[in-house]
Structures are given as structure tokens and as C-alpha cells.
């Protein structure tokens, strides 16, 4: 009698805990987006440009440039990275391999040999796919895609060579390019100063030699949700087996149908002039998405349906929808936070790879398309989803359908973070009785919260 009552008791206070951390993440997670750049999923994302000098020439430099993608699930996709910089004083670029200058600048003042480039301020972009093999260097030309970390390492690596005139000719002469901008192609990066690190070392494909660079700098660019400016993109709805309430994106998730300030701000599906509003759109060279009419507008919704309860197993399917007319998702990438993350069984038609930000903590997965299959998610219209399903294992000290605990705790799409429902609307099970656990756990939530935030930060 006795042991029985305690086990009630502590089943309810795991219960209870489950319901304040649940909590908890909601807020913790809209305190790291609001307040800082700082993503707690990815604490050590960032893009770092590395200059390797390989010679020193009569006049200055050639360096082979290579940025690398450490961000576990944000990537840079079509129409590409641009990157640009400062020159600490004369430089001019006499050529470049594998990625180009978009303007020349004013060389007037060469003659004969005509720089590539005379600006102090170059931009430089990525060559397109299809480049001749004479015009490439490794890892070049792919149209400044670059793939995340964890989705594939080999393409997160994008480079290209630059032959330096005017500059320093030795390492105590050079000086180091200044006031880098990465742009992707919008805002949102923030570059560091450019630091003298270690010298590169490379090793032949035989591994019977190595060599190393003259001279390396690193620089580092971190991404900001917050600085990018950007209105939300993304809305995760619910349902479940257990209760026919869909619960749909909050209204007005990424912005409002209006018609007085924004008119043809968003299409209906059935518009009869939907096909000459897309290819008007299509014509001009914005980037700003053109949505179906929704109550959410927003450009993707992720649908997480509660479908089957086995004994030992439960099964969710995952919907992503696009209601972007503008917008083909290559690459497109899901990171989504669930408790049960650290027991998926399977996942049917996404990679899956866990992510660890901290030790101990697997809660966060990130899904993604499978190539050929369902890794490009077609604009709005018809074809314009992508589904799967995940067969989780039961842990029993866990597990519930009570209190919205089968529901993601955050979702981010392509690397932005996606409005949820608020938790009080989540699904119930017929009968549940909350009231008296959430007026009880506020102080809870507060002090899990600011645990949360002091975990993260340190
Ligand atoms: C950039 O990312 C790499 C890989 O995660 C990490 O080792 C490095 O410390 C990061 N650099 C900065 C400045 O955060
Ligand atoms: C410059 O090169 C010399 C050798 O030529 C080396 O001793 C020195 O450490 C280098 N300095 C830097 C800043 O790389
Ligand atoms: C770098 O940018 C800052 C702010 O945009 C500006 O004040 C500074 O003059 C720039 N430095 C160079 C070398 O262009
Ligand atoms: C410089 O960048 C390279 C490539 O990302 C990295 O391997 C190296 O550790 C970095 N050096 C420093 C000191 O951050
Ligand atoms: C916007 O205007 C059109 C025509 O003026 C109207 O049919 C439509 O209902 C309006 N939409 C909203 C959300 O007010
Ligand atoms: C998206 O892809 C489809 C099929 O490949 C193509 O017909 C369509 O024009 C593309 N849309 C955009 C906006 O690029
Ligand atoms: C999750 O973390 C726990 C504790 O660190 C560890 O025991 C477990 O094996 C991890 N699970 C997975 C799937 O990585
Ligand atoms: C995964 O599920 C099994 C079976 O319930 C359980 O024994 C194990 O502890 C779970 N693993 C984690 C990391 O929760
Ligand atoms: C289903 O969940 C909603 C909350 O989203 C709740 O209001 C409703 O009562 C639930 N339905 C049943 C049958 O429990
Ligand atoms: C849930 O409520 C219904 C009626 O509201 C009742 O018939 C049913 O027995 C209740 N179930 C439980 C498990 O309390």
C-alpha cells in the first residue's frame, strides 16, 4: 500500500518536472533569440574563411581562400554566398581562380597587364557548376552553395585563389584585408578581424609529403537570426491520434494578409491569376517570397501528427509544406527538439543525425531530405511537400501523451527558428487536468529557465 502511493506520487512528479522543463524551453528559447545572436543548438556554428599564402610573388601574394561551414544545420543556398573585404592599403587582385570579382573598379591608371580587379572594396562570388576544368580549383564552382557541417561535410568547403598585386611581399610586409562581409546572400553574418593563426599544413594525396603555407590568417563569421532582420519563416502545427483538434499555426505567424498596406501581399491557391502573379513575380530579381494566402503566411509549415501508439514504440509523421510560389528548397534541413530524441528508432524517408550541443544533452535531432528522393522541396503547389515518419522507442520513466509531451519542444527550418502554438493550445488527452500544475510550477519554470540560460552560456 504504502510503495504504491510513493510510486504514485513520484510518477506524478516526473509528470510534473517533464511539464515544467517542457516549459522551460519555450522560454529559455525565446530568451536566446531575443536577447542575444547566441544559438544554444549550435553553440559553436559559425563560417571560418582561412587565407593560406602559397607565394610570394615580385609584388605580393597568391593565397588559396577556403571558407568552411561549421554550422551543423544552417547552409548557404541558391543564389549563393558573396563575400567581401577592406584592403588595408593599395592591393589590386591581378586574377582569380575559381571565383570572380563582381565589378573590376577603376584599373585606369594600368597599362598592358589590366588587374582583375582595382577595387578596395572587392565582392567576390562563387563561379557556377559548369566552369571549364581550366578556370576551377578544388572545391570551387558550385554557385556559392555551401552545405551544412552535419549534412555533408565534403560540400560545406567552398574556395577559390587569389593572386594579390600592390601588397606586401613578405610576412612582415603584408598586411591583413580588413572588415570582412559575408552575405548569404542577405544579412545576417558578422565577421570577426582577420588573425594570424599557425601556418596550414597540406599533405600530398600519397601522404608521403607534406607542405605548408607561407602564411595563414583565419576569420570568423557568426550567424544571427536576429540581425538578419528577418520576420519569421517558418510555423510548426499540431495533432494527434488522441483528439481530432488540429491545432493550427498561430494566425499571423509571419505576417498578416493585408490588404490596405501590403495589397498582393499573398495569393489564394485558387486565384485565377495565380499563374500570371508567379511569373510576374519570377521576372523581378526578389528574393521576398510571394505565399499562398494562409491565416499564418508563412513561406513553410512543419506538421508533427502524434499517429500510432504501439506498446513498447510510438509513431509521429512529419509534414513539411511549401507555400513559397518563389522559392524551390534545395538542401532543405529540419533540427527539431524532442525529449524521445535520444531513443529514435527509425526514421522512414529523412537522414537523421542527433546533434549534441552539450554533453549529455541528445534531444535534438536534425532531419533531412534523402538525395534523389525528397532533398528538394518543390514550390507552393501540388508537389510542394516532403513528409516522413519516426518510430521512437519508449522510455517508460518518459513517456507520455499527457501535457503535450509527444509535441517538439522547438523546430527551426533551414536554420530559423519556427513560431510554435502556444503550449496551452497543444492537444489533449480526454480528461487531463492542468490547472492546478501550471499556477504550482511558475517559480519551477524560472528557475529552470535561468539554469538553462547560465548552462548555455558558460
Ligand atoms: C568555429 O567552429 C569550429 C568548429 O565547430 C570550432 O572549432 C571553432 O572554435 C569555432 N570558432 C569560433 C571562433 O567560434
Ligand atoms: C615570418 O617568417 C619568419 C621566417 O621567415 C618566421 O620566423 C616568423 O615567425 C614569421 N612571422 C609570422 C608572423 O608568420
Ligand atoms: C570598417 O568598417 C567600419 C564600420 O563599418 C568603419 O568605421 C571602418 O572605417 C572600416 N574600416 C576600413 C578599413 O574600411
Ligand atoms: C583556422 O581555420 C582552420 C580552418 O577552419 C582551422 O583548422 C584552424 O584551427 C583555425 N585556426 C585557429 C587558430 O582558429
Ligand atoms: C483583399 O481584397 C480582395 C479584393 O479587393 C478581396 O476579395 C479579399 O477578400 C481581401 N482579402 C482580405 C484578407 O481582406
Ligand atoms: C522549381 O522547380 C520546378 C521543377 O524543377 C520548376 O518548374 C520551377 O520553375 C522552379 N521554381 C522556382 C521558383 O525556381
Ligand atoms: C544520450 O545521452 C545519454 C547520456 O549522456 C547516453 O547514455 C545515451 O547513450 C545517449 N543516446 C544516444 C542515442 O546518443
Ligand atoms: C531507450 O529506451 C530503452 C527502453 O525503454 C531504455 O532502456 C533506455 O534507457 C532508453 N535510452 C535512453 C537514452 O533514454
Ligand atoms: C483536445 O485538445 C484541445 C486542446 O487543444 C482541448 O480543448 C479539447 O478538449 C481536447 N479534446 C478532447 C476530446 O479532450
Ligand atoms: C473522461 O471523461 C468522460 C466523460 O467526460 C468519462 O466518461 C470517462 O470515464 C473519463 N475517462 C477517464 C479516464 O477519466
Known amino acids: 500500500m504504502e510503495s504504491l502511493s510513493s510510486q504514485c506520487i513520484s510518477r506524478s512528479i516526473t509528470k510534473l518536472t517533464g511539464f515544467t522543463i517542457f516549459l522551460a524551453f519555450f522560454l529559455s528559447g525565446s530568451l536566446f533569440t531575443s536577447i542575444e545572436a547566441y544559438d544554444a543548438l549550435d553553440p559553436n556554428g559559425n563560417i571560418t574563411i582561412k587565407w593560406d599564402v602559397i607565394n610570394w610573388t615580385p609584388d605580393g601574394y597568391v593565397a588559396v581562400v577556403t571558407m568552411y561551414n561549421f554550422q551543423q544545420y544552417r547552409h548557404i543556398q541558391t543564389p549563393g554566398w558573396t563575400l567581401g573585404w577592406t584592403w588595408a592599403k593599395k592591393e589590386v587582385i591581378w586574377s582569380m581562380v575559381g571565383a570572380q570579382t563582381t ?53 560545406a568547403v567552398s574556395s577559390f585563389q587569389v593572386s594579390v598585386g600592390q601588397a606586401g611581399t613578405t610576412n612582415k610586409t603584408v598586411k591583413l584585408p580588413r572588415n570582412f562581409t559575408l552575405k548569404a546572400p542577405g544579412p545576417g553574418y558578422t565577421c570577426g578581424p582577420a588573425k594570424i593563426v599557425k601556418p596550414t599544413k597540406f599533405q600530398t594525396a600519397d601522404k608521403r609529403r607534406t607542405t605548408q603555407a607561407l602564411m595563414t590568417w583565419n576569420v570568423t563569421c557568426t550567424y544571427s537570426q536576429f540581425l538578419s532582420q528577418k520576420t519569421p519563416t517558418c510555423c510548426v502545427s499540431l495533432s494527434s491520434f488522441y483528439n481530432d483538434t488540429i491545432v493550427p499555426c498561430p494566425t499571423c505567424s509571419c505576417g498578416c494578409q493585408n490588404n490596405i498596406t501590403q495589397p498582393g501581399s499573398c495569393v489564394e491557391a485558387d486565384s485565377p491569376y495565380l499563374a500570371s502573379a508567379i511569373s510576374a513575380s519570377s521576372s523581378k530579381t526578389s528574393n521576398t517570397p510571394l505565399v499562398q494566402c494562409t491565416n499564418h503566411m508563412c513561406p513553410v509549415r512543419i506538421h508533427w501528427h502524434v499517429k500510432v501508439n504501439y506498446k513498447d514504440y ?27 530524441f535520444d531513443n529514435l528508432t527509425q526514421s522512414f524517408s529523412f537522414n537523421y543525425k542527433g546533434l549534441t550541443p552539450y554533453d549529455g544533452l541528445n534531444d535534438t535531432a536534425m532531419l533531412w531530405g534523402v538525395k534523389f528522393y525528397n532533398d528538394f522541396l518543390n514550390q507552393a503547389g501540388p508537389f510542394g511537400n516532403v513528409q516522413s515518419e519516426l518510430l521512437f ?10 501535457k503535450g509531451w509527444a509535441f517538439p519542444r522547438r523546430v527551426y527550418f533551414n536554420g530559423d527558428n519556427c513560431v510554435m502554438p502556444s503550449p496551452d493550445a497543444y492537444p489533449w488527452l480526454p480528461n487531463a487536468s492542468s490547472r492546478l500544475i501550471s499556477s504550482l510550477s511558475y517559480p519551477i519554470i524560472t528557475l529552470l529557465a535561468a539554469l538553462a540560460f547560465l548552462l548555455a552560456s558558460a
Open 103 to 155: 565589378e573590376q573598379g577603376d584599373c585606369s591608371k594600368f597599362k598592358g597587364n589590366i588587374p582583375h580587379c582595382c577595387k578596395k572594396d572587392p565582392t567576390v562570388v562563387d563561379l557556377l557548376p559548369g566552369t571549364p576544368y581550366n578556370q576551377q580549383i578544388a572545391n570551387c564552382c558550385r554557385g556559392g552553395v555551401l552545405n551544412s557541417w552535419a549534412q555533408d561535410p565534403a560540400t
Open 314 to 340: 510510438w509513431r509521429v509523421k512529419v509534414t513539411i509544406t511549401n507555400f513559397n510560389y518563389r522559392m524551390n528548397y534545395t538542401q532543405w534541413n529540419l533540427v527539431v527538439q524532442h525529449p524521445n
Open 393 to 402: 522507442q519508449k522510455d517508460r520513466s518518459k513517456f507520455t501523451f499527457e
